[in-house]
C-alpha cells in the first residue's frame, strides 16, 4: 500500500460519538516520546504534519489524518509520562480508554514500543487491557537506527519471548525507525491488508 494524500482533519479532547458511516481508521498509540507522531510523518511522507517534541507529553489531544481520501489516521496521546500532573494523567488515560474502547471503525491500533528497552511494565499492562477488551492491535518497535541491526534483532527476539508468556500466536510485530523509514513498506503493507479484510 501507498500514501499518496494526508490531510489534518482536526484536533479533539473529548471521546467522539462513533457515527455510523466513519471511514476506517488505524490509531497510534504508545508511551509518551516513544515516537508515534513521528512515524505518522514517516508513513506519511509529510514532516511536521503531526506535531513532534523531544520534550514527551507533546500530544495531548487526539488528532486524526484523512488519508488517501479514504481512512483515518489517529495520532493518540502518549500514556505514562510521569512530569505532567496527577489530574492531567488520569484525563488523559480515561480519554485514551474510552475512545480505544467506544471507536468500533479502529480496524488496527498501532502500539509503538521504544526498540531499546525491554517491554516496560506499563506497556505490558497496557497490551492485556486491549486483550480484554478484544481490540486489534499490532505492535511497532520504534527508533530502529540507534541499535545495530544485530543488537535490533535480539531486541527483537526478546519482546517475542515476553509476548509468548501471554500470547499465542503472537500479534504482528514490525521494527521501524522514522529517521531511515526502515520497515515503512512492510507496515504500510500489513495496514494495506488489514484495510482489505475490513474493505
Ligand atoms: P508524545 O506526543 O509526547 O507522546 O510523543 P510521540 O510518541 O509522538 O514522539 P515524537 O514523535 O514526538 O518523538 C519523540 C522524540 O523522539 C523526538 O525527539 C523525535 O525526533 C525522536 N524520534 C522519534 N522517532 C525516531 C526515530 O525513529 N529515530 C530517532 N533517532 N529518533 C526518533
Ligand atoms: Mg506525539
Not at 10 to 19: D, L
Not at 43 to 65: D, E, M, V
Amino acid at each position: 500500500m501507498e500514501i499518496n494524500q494526508a490531510i489534518f482533519q482536526g484536533s479533539f479532547t473529548k471521546t467522539e460519538v462513533p457515527v455510523g458511516n466513519a471511514p476506517v481508521e488505524f490509531a497510534f498509540i504508545g508511551r509518551s516520546n516513544v515516537g508515534k507522531s513521528s512515524l505518522i510523518n514517516m508513513l506519511c511522507r509529510t514532516k511536521g504534519l503531526a506535531h513532534t517534541s523531544s520534550t514527551p507529553g507533546k500530544t495531548q489531544c487526539i488528532n486524526k489524518f484523512l488519508v488517501n481520501g479514504k481512512w483515518i489516521i489517529t495520532d493518540l496521546p502518549g500514556y505514562g509520562f510521569a512530569k505532567v500532573s496527577k489530574t492531567l494523567r488520569a484525563r488523559l488515560e480515561v480519554m485514551i480508554h474510552n475512545y480505544i474502547q467506544r471507536t468500533p471503525q479502529m480496524v488496527l491500533l498501532v502500539v509503538l514500543l521504544d526498540c531499546r528497552h525491554p517491554l516496560q511494565k506499563i506497556d505490558l499492562e497496557f497490551l492485556l487491557k486491549l486483550g480484554s477488551w478484544q481490540i486489534p492491535y499490532a505492535l511497532v518497535l520504534t527508533k530502529a537506527d540507534k541499535l545495530s541491526k544485530t543488537a535490533l534483532q535480539k531486541q527483537t527476539e526478546q519482546f517475542k519471548e515476553a509476548l509468548s508468556l501471554y500470547w499465542e500466536p503472537l500479534p504482528p510485530l514490525f521494527a521501524v525507525s522514522s529517521k531511515t523509514a526502515s520497515g515503512r513498506e512492510e507496515l504500510l503493507d500489513y495496514m494495506g491488508s488489514v484495510l482489505e479484510e475490513n474493505g
